[in-house]
C-alpha cells in the first residue's frame, strides 16, 4: 500500500533547532529533502499522522521550505515551531508566543511607501478554532500562551533597534522565519499555526546569548522540549474544531 502523507507537518528553521531534535529522537530514520532532513514520527499525534521537516534558517529558506512541504504533503494543517528573541522588559525568558498576526519588518523602499511595503508581507494567522462560543479568544489554550504579533527579519535583532520595534509595531519579540511561513501559507490558503519560545532576551544594552552559541543551542533544546511537549494538546485542539465549514487559513492585507 502506498505511505499515507503525514496530516500535519511541522516546520523546524534553525539548525540549532534540528540539532535539538536529533537528541530528542534520535533513533527515527530520517529522510531526505532539497532542504535537509525530514522524517515522519511512528506514532499518530492526536490521530494526526504528523511529520517534521527542517525548513533552514532565514526568510529564503523558510518560504522555500514551506512552498515545498504544502506542494508535497497538502498538510491539514501547517505548523512552525522554535525559537525568538524577546524584548527585554517586554517578555519572560521560555514565555510561549503564539502568533496572531506576522510582519516582515526588514524591508527597505525607498521609491514608494515604506509602510505599505511591509504591510504586503504581513498575514493574519486565523486562530478562530481556538476561540469560544461568542468568537471571543479563550480564557486559556492548550497550553500557556502569550497571544501576539510576531515579527521576522534576516537578522537577529539589533539592541540599537529594540525600542523603535515596539513602539512602531506594537511587538514583544521576533525571529527569522515565522512572517515568511505565514505568508507562504496564506499564498495557499494553508491553515498555520506558530508557536515561538523566547530563547533569550535583547535590550539596548545588548542580546543574552550574543556572544555565546554554545549556550543558544543550550536554550534551543529547552526550547524545542517545551514546544514537542505542549504539541499534542494544540493539535487534540484542532482535532476538536467546531466544524463551520468554512476554510480556516491564513490571510494577507
Not at 505568508?183 to 506558530?194: E, F, G, M
Not at 535583547?202 to 511537549?229: H, I, K, P, Q, W
Request: aromatic share 8%; with cysteine.
Amino acid at each position: 500500500m502506498p505511505e499515507r502523507p503525514p496530516q500535519i507537518v511541522v516546520l523546524v528553521s534553525a539548525t540549532s533547532e534540528w540539532r535539538a531534535l536529533d537528541r530528542l529522537h534520535p533513533d527515527t530514520p530520517r529522510r531526505r529533502s532539497p532542504f535537509g532532513e525530514w522524517y515522519a514520527l511512528p506514532e499518530p499525534i492526536a490521530g494526526f499522522t504528523t511529520a517534521l521537516f527542517y525548513g533552514g534558517w532565514g526568510k529564503v529558506s523558510a518560504a522555500a521550505s514551506a512552498q515545498h512541504v504544502i506542494d508535497r504533503f497538502a498538510p491539514e494543517l501547517l505548523v512552525n515551531l522554535g525559537t525568538c528573541g524577546g524584548f527585554a522588559g517586554e517578555v519572560e525568558r521560555g514565555e510561549v508566543l503564539l502568533a496572531e498576526e506576522t510582519l516582515v519588518y526588514d524591508i527597505v523602499e525607498q521609491m514608494t511607501d515604506p509602510d505599505e511595503a511591509v504591510a504586503a508581507r504581513a498575514a493574519t494567522i486565523d486562530l478562530s478554532w481556538l476561540d469560544g462560543a461568542d468568537g471571543r479568544p479563550p480564557e486559556t489554550y492548550p497550553s500557556v500562551v502569550r497571544r501576539v504579533r510576531l515579527l521576522s527579519a534576516d537578522s537577529d535583532i539589533v539592541p540599537a533597534q529594540v525600542s523603535l520595534l515596539r513602539e512602531k509595531y506594537g511587538a514583544v519579540g521576533a525571529d527569522w522565519e515565522s512572517g515568511a511561513i505565514a505568508w507562504t501559507a496564506a499564498c495557499n490558503d494553508v491553515p498555520c499555526l506558530i508557536l515561538r519560545a523566547v530563547s533569550d532576551l535583547v535590550g539596548a544594552a545588548g542580546g543574552e546569548v550574543y556572544d555565546d552559541y554554545v549556550e543558544f543551542e543550550r536554550r534551543s533544546l529547552e526550547v524545542m522540549e517545551t514546544l514537542l511537549g505542549v504539541l499534542p494538546a494544540w493539535l487534540e485542539a484542532w482535532r476538536r474544531r467546531p466544524a463551520t465549514g468554512d476554510r480556516l487559513a491564513v490571510t494577507r492585507p
